[in-house]
C-alpha cells in the first residue's frame, strides 16, 4: 500500500549535520493520515527508535540519545518526511530506517512493531 525511500545518508565526521528524506508513494492527502517514525539499526545491534511525528505533525517524539541534535519533520503537501541531525557522534552510526503505519495512534508509538511499511534504509556513518 505504501512505499518509503530513503536518502540522505553518507559519511560524515563527528559533529557534521546530515538530513534525512523520506520519501512516500501514497498521496499527500493519504501520507497526512500516516504517523510516522524513524528507526535506526547498528552492526551487531537489534533495530531502535530515533523519533516519530504525528499525521499532522504537531506532536513528536525522540529518543533520549538524539534530544537535542535531532529533529523530525514532515511535508505532507511533499510526501515527505524528514530527520534533521545535527552534531552527529560516532555512535549515530546505523542504517537509518523510516517507517509508516496506517493506524490512527492517539499517541506518539515508539515500537517498532506498531509501524507497518518500512523503506530500505538509508546508512549513516560518523567518523571520530
Known amino acids: 500500500q505504501v512505499q518509503l525511500v530513503e536518502s540522505g545518508g553518507g559519511l560524515v565526521q563527528a559533529g557534521d549535520s546530515l538530513r534525512l528524506s523520506c520519501a512516500a508513494s501514497?498521496?499527500?492527502?493519504?501520507?497526512?493520515?500516516?504517523?510516522m517514525g524513524w528507526f535506526r539499526q547498528a552492526p551487531g545491534k537489534e533495530r531502535e527508535f530515533v523519533a516519530a511525528?504525528?499525521?499532522?505533525?504537531?506532536?513528536?517524539s525522540y529518543a533520549d540519545s538524539v534530544k537535542g541534535r535531532f529533529t523530525i519533520s514532515r511535508d505532507n503537501a511533499k510526501n515527505t518526511m524528514y530527520l534533521q541531525m545535527n552534531s552527529l557522534k560516532p555512535e549515530d552510526t546505523a542504517v537509518y530506517y523510516c517507517?509508516?503505519?496506517?493506524?490512527?495512534?492517539?499517541?506518539?508509538?515508539?515500537?517498532?512493531?506498531?509501524?507497518?511499511?518500512w523503506g530500505q534504509g538509508t546508512q549513516v556513518t560518523v567518523s571520530s
Open positions: 511525528i504525528s499525521w499532522n505533525g504537531d506532536n513528536t
Open positions: 501514497a498521496s499527500g492527502r493519504t501520507f497526512s493520515s500516516y504517523q
Open positions: 517507517a509508516a503505519t496506517l493506524t490512527l495512534y492517539r499517541i506518539i508509538v515508539t515500537t517498532s512493531n506498531l509501524y507497518d511499511y
